[in-house]
């Protein structure tokens, strides 16, 4: 079992930045795949980036290509997702997700988080 808490979200002004956090809990972390995903309010929950267990290979949206960078430390257990140049139209809520396989920018993830907000005002 796999339990993950997202923090960092807030609100910012346009142009600004966040970091987002995810601390995982198990031993299975080091060998998950990990992906933020984010859901704006009446729309579908979509993918935002993914990284591989070893942090080899990250995938991301291309709304966020070149603005959002994530990352890992294995050995802290915690998953990042550093947002720089925010838009409005980023404001959503942030989920990480966690799965055994390799990554993926689908929603097939076994654990999920809670959720964090991030508002971008105009």
């Known amino acids: 079992q796999v339990q993950l808490v997202e923090s960092g979200g807030g609100l910012v002004q346009a142009g600004g930045s966040l970091r987002l956090s995810c601390a995982a809990s198990g031993r299975a972390f080091i060998s998950y795949a990990m992906g933020w995903f984010r859901q704006a309010p009446g729309k579908e929950r979509d993918f935002v980036a993914a990284i591989s267990w070893n942090g080899g290979s990250t995938y991301y949206a291309d709304s966020v290509k070149g603005r959002f960078t994530i990352s890992r430390d294995n050995a802290k257990n915690t998953l990042y997702l550093q947002m720089n140049s925010l838009k409005p139209e980023d404001t959503a809520v942030y989920y990480c997700?966690?799965?055994?396989?390799?990554?993926?920018?689908?929603?097939?993830?076994?654990?999920w988080g809670q959720g964090t907000q991030v508002t971008v005002s105009s």
């Open positions: 997700a966690s799965r055994p396989l390799g990554v993926t920018y689908t929603n097939s993830y076994n654990y």
